[in-house]
């Protein structure tokens, strides 16, 4: 019997020892806990932080690469705007007696505009508008007193959108009173 005495002793011994240290934990353990769980929380929000950022950098380079390709032809089109300015010139400085001349010019002219309107390349930029600074640039001002404020008495050379973007400003004489 003391055998089993012992054993029993050992058992309930070995219990005590196991719910002493699972029931409560000391300072230094919470201590512990609490810095570890401070380190999961830490590196959760940097890990969420960091995902975000890699999102929105996704996003933006996607936003970036379809504005390059929606604007591609861009730089081929201003090229194309000085000459489409010298033809206008050309014909509104002929006369008369150059009449197929002029014709043939015309022509020219009506296929360039006509193939950027097909690209979305619109003009503008007409006599009597309001002058506005995000499409027009002053040259200079005048008076006209048939114009109201700020409307354009003259345009040197017209402003063009391409897709809605302004690719060029039109050059105008404003009115100023």
């Known amino acids: 019997m003391p055998e089993k005495f012992k054993k029993e002793t050992k058992k309930k011994r070995k219990l005590k020892s196991e719910k002493s240290t699972t029931s409560k934990p000391s300072v230094k ?8 769980e401070n380190q999961v929380s830490e590196i959760n ?10 999102d929105n950098f996704r996003r933006r380079k996607i936003n970036e690469l379809s504005s390059l390709l929606k604007y591609d032809g861009e730089n081929v ?14 014909i509104e400085s002929s006369n008369a007696s150059e009449k197929s001349l002029l014709d043939g010019i015309k022509m020219v002219e009506s296929k360039i505009e006509n193939f950027l309107g097909s690209l979305d390349v619109k003009p503008f930029g007409d006599r009597g508008d309001t002058m506005n600074a995000e499409l027009h640039d002053a040259m200079i001002t005048q008076t006209d007193d048939k114009l109201d404020d700020n409307s354009i ?3 040197f050379e017209n402003g063009y959108t391409y897709r809605e973007k302004v690719i060029r400003h039109a050059k105008v004489i404003v009115n100023k009173k």
């Open 29 to 36: 353990e919470n201590e512990v806990i609490l810095s570890l």
């Open 45 to 54: 929000d940097k890990h969420l932080r960091l995902k975000a950022e890699f």
């Open 77 to 90: 089109i201003k090229g194309f705007l000085p000459i489409l300015d010298d033809l206008h010139r050309m």
């Open 153 to 155: 008495i003259s345009v």
